[in-house]
């Protein structure tokens, strides 16, 4: 999967001209591709494998350089202060797969907090059964501002060229062959959609993990705002 992965972006920036080392463009751009997709070291353990699949990174996380598939993997699953993103994305990875992996323990215990943020500064799963070990994790959206350091705002959700990038979307769905795609605030076209369900994936979605909703960062609002496609 590693492999297909990186030959398919290495394939993407070769068609877009974009620098393999620092995700810049070639010819002179003010953005850059910003990073390859967070695969879960157990993400193939689960019955139903569960991929989410948020808007834009928002920040540049890895100025002058692409964050790797092992520097997104080290940045998520071993980090120990969450933003709000990722641990929306923990809380609900832990809320899908409670029963498969009998963590109903581990939900009483974070579903109580205030925010899903709050839930993860205390750790309540073992040390082998990080929830977010489980699941894959990809941005609609490729590109970031160079040296963005304010996730918020929408000024990255838009296409540099919208055929090749959904393109290579789909061909990513289709190498990390998930069962579950849980989308994170809005959704791809209907035409994207489609082509979704034609891979015979169950669809959902989520408000964003970050939104500002009275309320809706807290780890039982957040669940509940999930919804089948």
Not at 169 to 192: A, H, M, R, W, Y
Request: glycine share 4%; hydrophobic share 35%.
């Amino acid at each position: 999967m590693k492999q297909k992965i990186e030959i398919l972006y290495q394939n993407f920036f070769r068609k877009l001209g974009i620098d393999s080392r620092t995700g810049e463009f070639i010819e002179e751009n003010n953005i850059k591709f910003a990073t390859y997709p967070y695969i879960g070291i157990k993400y193939h353990q689960p019955k139903q494998k569960i991929l989410f699949v948020g808007l834009d990174i928002g920040k540049d996380e890895t100025p002058c350089c692409i964050q790797s598939l092992e520097e997104r993997r080290e940045n998520i699953a071993l980090d120990t202060d969450f933003n709000p993103h990722i641990a929306g994305t923990y809380i609900m990875a832990l809320f899908m797969l409670l029963e498969e992996f009998n963590w109903q323990d581990i939900w009483e215990s974070v579903r109580v907090f205030s925010t899903c943020q709050q839930a993860t500064k205390v750790r309540h799963h073992r040390i082998d059964q990080n929830p977010l070990d489980y699941v894959s994790l990809t941005n609609f959206f490729k590109f970031v501002d160079v040296n963005r350091e304010i996730r918020s705002g929408d000024k990255n959700r838009k296409f540099t060229n919208k055929n090749v990038e959904n393109q290579l979307f789909i061909d990513e769905v289709k190498i990390l062959n998930p069962s579950i795609i849980i989308f994170q605030g809005n959704c791809p076209t209907d035409s994207i959609l489609s082509e979704l369900r034609q891979l015979n994936i169950e669809l959902y979605k989520a408000t964003h993990p970050s939104n500002r909703k009275l309320g809706g960062r807290q780890p039982e609002n957040y669940v509940s705002s999930l919804r089948k496609l």
